[in-house]
C-alpha cells in the first residue's frame, strides 16, 4: 500500500497523483512527453550560375570568331585556329581522357575526323580574357547552341572549337553505299550538348528546314551539317553521259527530314581543283570535256 509523501494519504495501487493535495504519487514521473520533432526539411541546393557564352562573329569570307570568356569558363578548339588572345586567357594542350586508353583512344578518333592529334584548352586567370578562332581558308562559320543531349552530324575536318561541356565524337555513315560512293566517306563528326560549337566551312552557306519525308539531292562535298534527325544516303543520278560530260557525277546525296540542312558553296577540294588544275585527288571528279582538254591544254 503506498502513501502520499506529502500529505499521508493512502494512495491506489495505480494512483499517479494523491487525490487530496494533487501531489505526484512516489515512483511517478510527471515529465510531459516531448513533443515530436518537425519533419526534415532539405536545405535548398545552391544556385548555379551558368553564364552563356558572349561572342561575335566578324567578316565575311574570311570571318573570325571573338569570343569575350568570362571566369569559370572553358573552350576547346583544333590545334592551330586560335588567331589571337589577350594575356589573362591561359592555354593548354591536351589529349583528353582519364586514361592513357581514353587519350590514345580520342587522338585516334580525331585523326579519323581529319582533326589534330591534340586539342587546345583555354580559360582565363580570374579575370575577363579575349580570344578568337577562325578557319584556314575562305569559308564561314556556323555556331550550334545545343542543349543537352542534342547532336548535329558535320562533315569531317570542320570542327573550329567549343564549349568544355559538348562533346566531340566520331560517327559513322550507316549505309555501305553512302560511305563508298559519298565524297564524305564513312566518317563524320558528332557535337552533342550541352553547350556552343562552332564549325568552319567553305564559300557561303545555305539553310533547308527539311519537314517529315521531305527530300533534297546535295552534291556529296557540299554537304556542311545536318541534324541528327535527318537520314542520309546516297542514290544513282543521272546517267554516264551525264557522268562523263556533265562535271556532276553519278552519285547525290540524299537527305529525308525532318530536320535542318546546311549546304556549302565551295568545297576545299574545289578550291584546290582551281587553284591546282589538273592535280585531283580525293572525292572530287572531273567532266570528261575536263580531261580531253587537260590532255591538250597540259604543257608539261
Not at 558572349?54 to 576547346?76: F, H, M, T, W
Not at 560530260?245 to 553519278?250: Q, T, Y
Amino acid at each position: 500500500m503506498a502513501f502520499c509523501t506529502n500529505c499521508g494519504s493512502t494512495l491506489g495501487a495505480e494512483a499517479r497523483f494523491c487525490t487530496n493535495c494533487g501531489s505526484t504519487a512516489p515512483g511517478f514521473s510527471a515529465a510531459v512527453p516531448s513533443a515530436a520533432p518537425p519533419p526534415f526539411i532539405p536545405a535548398p541546393a545552391p544556385l548555379v550560375s551558368v553564364t552563356p557564352l558572349e561572342y561575335s562573329i566578324q567578316g565575311d569570307n574570311l570571318q573570325v570568331a571573338r569570343i569575350n570568356l568570362k571566369p569559370g569558363q572553358e573552350l576547346y578548339a583544333e590545334a592551330g585556329r586560335m588567331v589571337y588572345k589577350t594575356p589573362s586567357v591561359l592555354w593548354e594542350t591536351r589529349m583528353g581522357g582519364n586514361s592513357l586508353g581514353d587519350m590514345l583512344w580520342g587522338a585516334l578518333k580525331r585523326k579519323m575526323m581529319g582533326q589534330s592529334l591534340f586539342l587546345t584548352y583555354f580559360k582565363t586567370d580570374g579575370s575577363n580574357g579575349e580570344v578568337g578562332f577562325a578557319g584556314s581558308y575562305p569559308g564561314r562559320i556556323q555556331v550550334f547552341e545545343l542543349a543537352a543531349g542534342q547532336s548535329v552530324l558535320v562533315e569531317r575536318d570542320s570542327f573550329l572549337f567549343a564549349e568544355s561541356s559538348a562533346q566531340l565524337n566520331i560517327a559513322y555513315v550507316k549505309k555501305l553505299g553512302a560511305g563508298f560512293f559519298g565524297g564524305e566517306g564513312f566518317i563524320l563528326e558528332k557535337l552533342t550538348g550541352p553547350g556552343a560549337v562552332f564549325i568552319h566551312a567553305g564559300g557561303d552557306f545555305i539553310e533547308f528546314p527539311l519537314g517529315p519525308g521531305e527530300q533534297i539531292q546535295v552534291e556529296t562535298g557540299n554537304i556542311v551539317a545536318f541534324d541528327e534527325s535527318v537520314t542520309y544516303d546516297i542514290q544513282f543520278v543521272g546517267s554516264i553521259k551525264t557522268a562523263m560530260f556533265g562535271g556532276e557525277g553519278l552519285f547525290l546525296a540524299t537527305l529525308t527530314g525532318p530536320g535542318n540542312l546546311i549546304v556549302q558553296s565551295m568545297t576545299l577540294e574545289k578550291m584546290r581543283r582551281q587553284l591546282a588544275p589538273y592535280q585531283h585527288g580525293g572525292d572530287e571528279h572531273k567532266s570528261g570535256v575536263d580531261l580531253f582538254t587537260g590532255i591538250f591544254d597540259n604543257t608539261d
